[in-house]
């Protein structure tokens, strides 16, 4: 059997790569992100189904495998003490287009907000597959004279912010693999929950892994794959999978776009005036390249394009589809269409019914800026309080590789945003921000209000309280950190030092989105997970039991919980 080899290449801040389909041609190394209701509290108030025409086997000799790497650089990227829930990544596929790695790096840009970790792009010229990848932002890694290494008509590109795997720059992607019959180059948007079992199952089998990212997994499935032709190797390894995934894959000749069979995570298709397709996470990426919007990838689809066209295939019969709800709450942008959707107008009504449900006296409605800014004008145009820019955010607080101390840090808060005191002294002021994850930064923002002068501060939160972690590309903390798994809505009032708190119901938000309802994931909010993961990662026991998985535990091995549990993807809530 031959164990699978990854090649190592480094470089100090990125890397540069080529990468050959003959495995007899060394990759070249160039060295070079209520109103009484549950919800509310005050002072005063009491506490699709499709048959799969390609199912394959498992397969298991290992085939060699001639592997990017990222450089070993261990330094961590991200020291902001952010509290908010952090989307893993963005990704963009472009086929048939000459400036493919110019119009990737822009739609790149657009899709900053998802992921400010690292950045990367892959094209294909000659055969032979490109890869530039670095840390930090879009532009901190792209130039002109770094794109101009990357010609060719098709190209993947990725942001990213890891929630599966550390935060170092060989965890990067895209990632690009070369095999005895070709290479690939993937981008990933999602988080796997199956992920540690199949790195073993890989790993007993000979397979050498070179970072720590769920992703790569994805590569040595294929390469064990003996399915032909080669984008069914990808169908192949797709459907051992468990979890959320949204992917584009590039070949010498073929991109490739994956939507798990929930499609937990958006992923969208349009074309450019040229014939160009385009694979985005958010239509906001299509707009700024100017590519028609066409339709989404649909949950459980496999897209095939190349120059005879696009072919369509199923992973598998697939469940009642599970969108995220935070992609309408937080995540995405407004300008975007996801899962359908306008996200304007979704945000603009979760203010709406904040209005309705938890009225309150008040002067002004602010906002915490940026994702708080359509709800909040949701919220004043219901209640007719006129809506002011109280909270000024700044948008040049970069990261830095260099951790500050804790006294430094505490001055975070007002180094993002700061109060405007003519629109805060002497008011009654509502404040309307998009979701409490731990609590402590809108502790903080509530007293940066009352130092301003405000006479009262009122805040109104547009997503139901967060009770559970997210195993489905999200990074969310631990159960015991969740503010609102360990508090009522009243101790949680108390604690960040409002007037009054309220969150959006969680049915209101259901009868929001009517018959579309059922087709969206609440885990967060409701501790039903519709892929119960059978591996998280703990600080302790307690944390698993916390998060209502119910199963037996296995192992415990490295911080991580092997349980009996295992759902199949076809199968939502119900035992293999």
Known sequence: MAAAHLSSFSSS??????????????????????????SFSSKSASSHTHKNPFKLSSKKPIADIISSSRDPDDRFINYDDNDKPREECGVVGIYGDPE????????????????????????????????ITGVGLVSDVFNEAKLDQLPGEFAIGHVRYSTAGASMLKNVQPFV??????????????????????????????????????????????????????FLRIVDACE???????????????????????GFRPLVMGRRSNGAVVFASETCA??????????????????VVDKDGIQSLCLMPHPQPKACIF????????????????????????????????????????????????????????????????????HYVGRTFIEPSQKIRDFGV????????????????????????????????????KEAGAKEVHMRIASPPIIGSCYYGVDTPSSEELISNRMKVEEIREFIGSDSLAFLPLESLRNLLGADAPNYCYACFSGKYPVPPR????????DFMDDGLNGNIESIDGGWIQTSRNVTMGKANGPR
Request: proline fraction near 5%; include cysteine; charged fraction near 20%.
């Open 13 to 38: 801040v990125e890397n540069t790569h080529l990468f050959s389909p003959f495995p007899s041609q060394k990759p070249l190394s160039l060295s070079t992100k209520t109103l009484q209701n549950p």
């Open 100 to 131: 493919a790695s110019r119009l990737c790096y822009l739609a790149l840009h657009a899709l900053q907000h998802r992921g400010q970790e690292g950045a990367g792009i892959v094209t294909v010229h000659d055969n032979v597959l490109q890869s």
């Open 177 to 230: 693999a070369g095999y005895r019959f070709g290479s690939v180059g993937v981008a990933h948007n999602g988080n796997l929950v199956n992920y540690r079992s199949l790195r073993t199952m890989l790993e007993d089998n000979g397979s050498i892994f070179n970072t720590s990212s769920d992703t790569e997994v994805v590569l040595h499935l294929i390469a064990i794959s003996k399915a032909r032709p080669f």
């Open 240 to 262: 051992k999978l468990e979890g959320a995934y949204s992917m584009v894959f590039l070949t010498e000749d073929k991109l490739v776009a994956v939507r798990d069979p929930f």
């Open 286 to 303: 299509l707009d700024l390249i100017e590519a028609t919007y066409e339709r989404e990838v649909n949950p459980g689809e496999v897209l």
């Open 327 to 394: 992609e309408h709450i937080y995540f995405s942008l407004p300008n975007s269409v996801v899962f359908g959707r306008s996200v304007y107008e979704s945000r603009h009504a979760f203010g709406e019914i904040l209005a309705t449900e938890a009225p309150v006296d008040c002067d002004v409605v602010i906002a915490v800026p940026d994702s708080g800014v359509v709800a909040a004008l949701g919220y004043a145009e219901k209640s007719g309080v006129p809506f002011q820019q109280g909270l000024i955010r700044s």
């Open 414 to 449: 007002k180094l993002k945003l700061a109060p405007v005191r003519a629109v805060l002294e002497g008011k009654r002021v509502v404040v309307v921000d998009d979701s409490i994850v731990r609590g402590t930064t809108s502790s903080k923002i509530v007293r940066l209000i």
């Open 535 to 542: 591996e998280v990662k703990v600080k302790r026991v307690g």
